[in-house]
């Protein structure tokens, strides 16, 4: 696998793919790389695409300072872990290759509607970071097919909408979340744990698993978040926000009914670590 920092050289390896006639899979992160990542470089490999990884810690989606410095930058364990997952690609560009003019004049794309509330309420910018970033590397890598983890699901619906509103010629695949044996879901953030914390830590996906439990047993959705949010303050988290919301278009689910596609998500701050994660339901039982 060869690793590249220049818009120029992925240019050139991307015509000698296509060349090849290979289609071309992309698999954007932020490095630190874990299992979940591993999963969306094998799914790429599954369809045959010449896979490329990008790894760009990207300023523009954190509103915190202090958050995208700490940020874990683990280049050379990333590289072991891409080419025993046999990645053709990795796509490593810093600050200035990625923003030349500079973070304060870029121009910039924002999503409405799914990118309201849940994180985008929590985090301000943090979507518009977002997809300005994925549409400037979807520009330079020209993906026929992109993948991205479901524990992001409200990152997905951003980018399923951008390449939607805005013709961009590639389709997203979502790929299920990656956990631990003990329901954790992956995350470069579960490495600011302590270990007491990392043992507490499930209980994020507990509670939404119960809150799911209730719903398919017709219990009242705000006594579901009431007790989830006991559940997590009682596991040491300070919960941030637990919605039930539709999973195709992210609105609100204040009356879920029978058949109804939903989605619980949840975010909760644990020692310096801020949690997310979510579950899919439908109901198969009626709820009033
Ligand atoms: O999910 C991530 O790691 C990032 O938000 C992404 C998609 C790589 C954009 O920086």
Not at 46 to 65: E, G, H, R, W, Y
Not at 69 to 96: G, K
Not at 182 to 187: E, H, I, R, T, V
Request: hydrophobic letters at 45%; glycine letters at 6%; charged letters at 20%.
């Amino acid at each position: 696998m060869k690793t590249i920092h220049t818009v120029a050289a992925l240019r050139a390896e991307i015509r000698a793919a296509r060349k090849a006639g290979k289609d071309i899979g992309f698999v954007p992160t932020m490095g630190n790389l874990h299992a979940g990542h591993i999963s969306l470089i094998k799914a790429s490999k599954q369809q045959d695409c010449f896979t490329v990884a990008s790894i760009f810690v990207n300023p523009l989606q954190f509103n915190d300072k202090s958050d995208l410095e700490r940020y874990p930058r683990t280049l050379t364990a990333d590289q072991e872990q891409l080419v025993s997952a046999d990645c053709d690609l990795l796509f490593a560009p810093d600050v200035d290759e990625m923003y030349p003019a500079g973070q304060a004049i870029q121009s910039t794309v924002s999503v409405p509607g799914v990118s309201e509330g849940l994180c985008g309420g929590s985090r301000p910018g943090h979507f518009d970071g977002v997809a300005t970033v994925v549409t400037k590397l979807f520009n330079m890598v020209q993906p026929d097919l992109a993948f991205f983890g479901e524990k992001d699901f409200q990152q997905v619906a951003v980018i399923r909408k951008m390449v939607a509103d805005l013709n961009m010629p590639l389709t997203i695949v979502a790929v299920p979340t990656a956990r631990a044996t003990d329901g954790l879901a992956l995350s470069s953030r579960n490495g600011y744990l302590t270990e007491s914390e990392r043992e507490a830590a499930p209980a994020l996906y507990q509670a939404l698993t119960a809150i799911g439990n209730g719903l398919q047993q017709q219990q009242p959705l705000a006594e579901l978040i009431a007790a989830a949010e006991q559940q997590l303050l009682a596991a040491g988290f300070k919960p941030d926000y637990l919605e039930v919301r539709h999973a195709a278009n992210l609105s609100i689910a204040d009356a879920p009914k029978v058949g109804d596609k939903l989605v619980i998500l949840g975010a909760a701050f644990l020692g310096k670590a801020r949690l997310i994660d979510n579950i899919s339901v439908t109901l198969i039982t009626k709820n009033d």
